[in-house]
C-alpha cells in the first residue's frame, strides 16, 4: 500500500523561520512566492521546476493561497511597494 500524506501537514507557520509566513514545510519556499509566480503565469510543473519542490507541494501552496488569497495578496502588495520605495532611496543616494 502507498505511503498515504496528509496535505495539512504540507504548509506550516512559526515566528522564527521566514518571518512567521506561511512556507511549504521542510522548506524556505513561503506561500507568498509561489502565489506570485502563480500571479505571473507560471504553471505548477515550472514552479514545481524552479523550486525543486513536488507538484504536491506546489498544489498545497496554492491551495493555501487561495483559501487565503486576500492576505496573501496583501502581503504581496506590501513587498512590492516596499521594494519600490527601497529602490527610490537607492536612486536618490546614487545622486
Do not use: F
Not at 519542490?53 to 496573501?72: F, R
Request: proline share 3%; net charge negative; hydrophobic share 40%.
Amino acid at each position: 500500500m502507498a505511503a498515504i500524506t496528509d496535505i495539512g501537514t504540507l504548509i506550516t507557520q512559526s515566528p522564527d523561520v521566514c518571518s512567521g509566513r506561511p512556507r511549504v514545510a521542510g522548506t524556505g519556499v513561503t506561500v507568498m512566492r509561489i502565489a506570485g509566480w502563480h500571479k505571473l503565469g507560471c504553471e505548477p510543473e515550472e514552479i514545481a521546476r524552479k523550486t525543486g519542490l513536488s507538484l504536491a507541494q506546489i498544489h498545497a501552496a496554492l491551495a493555501y493561497y487561495h483559501a487565503n488569497q486576500a492576505a496573501v495578496d496583501a502581503d504581496l502588495d506590501h513587498e512590492a511597494s516596499e521594494y519600490d520605495r527601497l529602490q527610490g532611496e537607492h536612486r536618490l543616494k546614487q545622486k
